[in-house]
């Protein structure tokens, strides 16, 4: 089966062909950060226009990379949720409407599963059952994934998720749009021993996060300092490190608790490249392998979205005539493929 993948969830506008026979065929995403670094973060109306802008000329180009047409198309996957509503219906309404018109079976997949999944895109793929680690956007979860469809959240953030704390502390720091990209190079900088904050949580039992306090913490330490570039980078780095040693904590204990071998690093925040080698580190200490999407998949990506709807409909799901997205959609509430 080959399967058209729409993603257009937030700020990216992704397109990808994924054939169950040969894997990825190819795939190109457009983001929009030129238009919502003015406003210091995305705006839901100007990034619902800019898909519609962009997503019929990315395909034609996808398309051509992957030397088909339109009409070798089997199936239509796009995000369903959760993400902007405007910027969910773009990609909804124009698969349900290729899906109607070519008379292929179209089907809605969960942004987080698209991420959960993306590192089955690899040539080694992990084995069920996994740990993930799923740090996306406004996420920051611990994932048993017992099987395709079957996901169980054994820790969750009570507050503020990774991407956003870096994301508001790298504002703090007026480093534009995206704070949390540019805090992490600036961190590479900067002096480990100057500044010390707290690693939130880790002393009480439990794999769930927080972290509002610590971007409290940033904010009183950069009210308290003169700013200038290398005092930026040091506490870039202070912040990083807190955040780093944290999450591979909370790994730490899941992995012993769940007596799991495998862990998947999912999301945007997994392409940070101190959190990659300090989870290498674990993995080595624990003897646990440890599996990354490429940098390229670690941001929302039409790829994810093509892959996973490809499982489902090969399992025989697929959406009726009704358009319907699910701006807020739990990822314990997707139903598991065997059902």
């Not at 993603?7 to 040969?22: K, L």
């Not at 880790?202 to 972290?211: E, H, I, M, Y």
């Not at 005092?231 to 591979?248: G, M, N, P, S």
């Amino acid at each position: 089966m080959r399967v058209l993948g729409i993603e257009t969830s937030c700020d990216e506008t992704g397109i990808a062909i994924y054939d169950s026979t040969s894997g990825l065929l190819a795939h190109s995403i457009y983001s929009q950060i030129s238009i919502h670094a003015p406003f210091g973060g995305v705006v839901p109306e100007l990034a619902s226009r800019d898909h519609i802008r962009k997503i019929t000329p990315l395909i034609e180009e996808v398309l051509h990379q992957a030397k088909i047409t339109i009409q070798d198309v089997n199936g239509i996957a796009y995000t369903k949720g959760p993400g902007l509503v405007g910027a969910l219906l773009v990609g909804a309404m124009l698969g349900r409407t290729l899906g109607f018109a070519l008379d292929v079976p179209t089907v809605g997949v969960h942004h987080l599963e698209g991420h959960l999944l993306s590192p089955f895109l690899e040539s080694t793929p992990p084995s069920f059952p996994f740990l993930a680690l799923l740090i996306s956007g406004g996420h920051t979860e611990l994932v048993m994934v017992e099987a395709m469809g079957c996901y169980r959240i054994i820790g969750d953030t009570l507050d503020d998720a990774v991407g956003e704390a870096f994301d508001k502390v790298g504002k703090l720091l007026g480093l534009g749009y995206p704070g949390g990209a540019a805090l992490a190079s600036l961190a590479e900088f900067g002096n480990p021993k100057r500044f010390h904050f707290p690693r939130p949580m880790v002393n009480r039992p439990g794999l769930d996060f927080s972290f509002s306090g610590l971007k409290t913490f940033a904010l009183h330490t950069i009210e308290t300092v003169s700013l200038d570039e290398q005092t930026k980078a040091d506490i870039a780095r202070a912040f990083q490190d807190a955040v780093i040693e944290t999450l591979v904590i909370k790994c730490n204990r899941a992995l012993k608790e769940t007596r799991l071998r495998d862990l998947v690093i999912a999301g945007g925040v997994g392409a940070n490249q101190a959190l990659r080698r300090s989870l290498m580190e674990l993995g080595e200490k624990m003897n646990v392998s440890l599996y990354f999407p490429r940098q390229e998949f670690c941001t929302d990506n039409g790829a994810m979205i093509a892959y996973v709807g490809c499982q489902r409909l090969l399992a025989g799901w697929k959406d009726d005539l009704l358009v319907q997205v699910h701006p807020r959609w739990l990822l314990s509430d997707v139903v598991s493929l065997k059902y």
